[in-house]
């Protein structure tokens, strides 16, 4: 009985690895996202972390958008100012004087004591100097009603439709968006997607990596769809080098300075 259950795994995975490598595809441009700033680098979603992005390399650079309780559109992951602040309490019931005081940067690393969370309009300036793509996404965008309307007008009134790209894993929130703006790329994000799932039309689907390597038909699947597929979030060398040799056009990572590793050997591989 054992001798047949280890049969059947073996063929299960023979014929898992077959799939594989009958879908498999070369990324025409692979790009490296550099998460939350550079998070692996420098206080996730702060100025010093874009920064770091940019010197490291990066074309472009993801970060989180919540709202402030008096409106301020501002970059933080977490829905609340306890883990990477020295506040408390959800940031939306925070004003954005309140927001402005907190130390951001100091449970990182010495160095980076004093950093402030800054506003989506601080990230903005950032792009003149910056050829790259700042991506946003809208974080848990159904606790702000009227985001819509907020990221909008933001990126109008900065003139920077074409610099950017929003995503969300709220589905239904990004086709909102999309109607409001159809000018700006946009973005899905899933940990998964199933064989024949809707949403909005999308420039590309982000998924958490090890969905691309568990279902050997989602890059195709994706790419079928004509959009691009970006997996997140990958930090050790080989296993970026492994997703990208699967076929994914991106790879989300906290630490951009270990991309060339990955380019580099990708350059002589077959």
Do not use: C
Not at 51 to 80: F, K, N, P, Y
Not at 158 to 164: A, F, G, L, N, Q
Not at 208 to 232: K, M
């Amino acid at each position: 009985m054992l001798l047949i259950v280890i049969a059947v795994l073996f063929a299960l995975v023979l014929f898992w690895l077959m799939i594989h490598l009958l879908l498999r595809g070369r990324s025409p441009e692979l790009i490296m996202i550099s998460h939350r700033g550079a998070a692996g680098l420098a206080p996730e979603n702060t100025l010093a972390a874009i920064r770091r992005g940019i010197a490291e390399g990066a074309t472009h650079i993801e970060v989180d958008v919540q709202r402030s309780a008096d409106g301020v559109l501002l970059l933080l992951h977490d829905t609340t100012l306890d883990r990477t602040t020295d506040g408390q309490g959800p940031v939306r019931e925070a004003s954005w004087d309140e927001i402005q005081r907190l130390d951001a940067g100091s449970w990182f690393a010495p160095e980076f004591a004093g950093e402030r969370i800054p506003s989506l309009n601080a990230a903005f300036s950032l792009l003149d100097s910056w050829p790259g793509t700042l991506i946003l996404e809208a974080k848990d965008p159904a606790l702000y009603p009227g985001m819509v309307e907020d990221m909008a007008h933001a990126l109008e009134e900065h003139d920077v439709e074409s610099r950017v790209q929003v995503v969300s894993f709220d589905h239904d929130w990004l086709a909102a968006f999309q109607h409001r703006l159809p000018t700006v790329s946009i973005g899905r994000l899933n940990l998964w997607v199933p064989p024949f799932s809707g949403g909005p039309a999308a420039t590309s689907t982000g998924v958490y990596w090890p969905a691309v390597l568990i279902d050997p038909t989602l890059i195709w699947r994706i790419h079928g769809r004509g959009e691009r597929i970006w997996v997140w979030t990958v930090n050790d060398p080989a296993l970026m080098r492994l997703i990208a040799w699967l076929g994914v056009d991106g790879i989300t990572t906290d630490h951009p300075e270990r991309w060339p590793f990955v380019v580099g050997s990708l350059a002589s591989a077959p």
